[in-house]
Antibody, heavy 121, light 107 residues
C-alpha cells in the first residue's frame, strides 16, 4: 500500500488549503477501511482531522468541523482534504492515513510520507 | 474528548537498557490503544495495537501492556535505531486522540 499526498506547500491566510492523497495497492472503495487525515505542526504532536468511509460517511474533529471537508474520488482512487479560512495555526505536516473499519480497530496502519503546508502571506 | 497523558516527555538511555513509557487515558478505553514510532523527518509507523499486539515486522524487543487505564510501552534491550519519538493513541472513541509524545535518545 502506498499513500502519496500532493498539494501546494504554501497557502495564504484566509484562503483554502487543498490536498489530495493518491492511493495505490488497495481500493479506496473497500469496506474494510476508513481513510483520513492527521496533521502535525512542526515539532509538535499528532492531531486527527477526520475520516471518510467508502460510502461517503465522514467523521470530523469537532474543532475543525466547520472548516473541513474530506471527500473521495473512487474513479481516481484518491481522497481529498479541504480546509477553509486557514490561519498560521494550520501550518503543519499533513498525513494521509488508513485504519481498519471494524469496531475497536481504529489504529492507523498506513501513513503517507506527509506534506508540509505553511500558512503565510 | 479522551485525554491521553504520556510520561516521561523524554528519556535518555544506553544501548541495551530497558526503557518504559507510560500512557494514561482520562477514561476507560478497554484495550483499544496503539503505539507509534516516529523518526525525524518521517511519518509515524504503527508498532503495537490493542495494547499488546505487535504489528507485523516489529522487533520482539518492543512490548505493550495494560493495567486499567494505564498503558506501557517497553523496549527491552534498546538499540541505536530505536532513537525516535513514541506516541500512544486511543482507538476507542471519536475523536481519536494521541499522547503528546516521548522522545527516546541514545546516550
Amino acid at each position: 500500500l502506498h499513500l502519496q499526498e500532493t498539494g501546494p506547500g504554501l497557502v495564504k491566510p484566509s484562503e483554502t488549503l487543498s490536498l489530495t492523497c493518491a492511493v495505490s495497492g488497495d481500493s479506496i472503495n473497500s469496506p474494510t477501511y476508513f481513510w483520513g487525515w492527521i496533521r502535525q505542526p512542526p515539532g509538535k504532536g499528532l492531531e486527527w482531522i477526520g475520516d471518510i468511509y467508502h460510502s461517503g460517511s465522514t467523521y470530523y474533529r469537532s474543532s475543525l468541523k466547520s472548516r473541513v471537508t474530506i471527500s473521495i474520488d473512487t474513479s481516481k482512487n484518491q481522497l481529498s482534504l479541504k480546509l477553509t479560512s486557514v490561519t498560521p495555526a494550520d501550518t503543519a505536516f499533513y498525513y494521509c492515513v488508513r485504519h481498519p473499519a471494524a469496531a475497536g480497530t481504529n489504529w492507523f496502519d498506513s501513513w503517507g510520507q506527509g506534506i508540509l503546508v505553511t500558512v503565510s502571506s | 474528548d479522551i485525554q491521553m497523558t504520556q510520561s516521561p516527555s523524554s528519556v535518555s538511555a544506553s544501548v541495551g537498557d530497558r526503557v518504559t513509557i507510560t500512557c494514561r487515558a482520562s477514561e476507560g478505553i478497554s484495550n483499544y490503544l496503539a503505539w507509534y514510532q516516529q523518526k525525524p523527518g518521517k511519518a509515524p509507523q504503527l508498532l503495537i495495537y490493542t495494547a499488546s499486539t505487535l504489528q507485523s515486522g516489529v522487533p520482539s524487543r518492543f512490548s505493550g501492556s495494560r493495567s486499567g487505564t494505564d498503558f506501557t510501552l517497553t523496549i527491552s534491550g534498546l538499540q541505536p535505531e530505536d532513537s525516535a519519538t513514541y506516541y500512544c493513541q486511543q482507538a476507542n472513541t471519536f475523536p481519536w486522540t494521541f499522547g503528546q509524545g516521548t522522545k527516546v535518545d541514545i546516550k
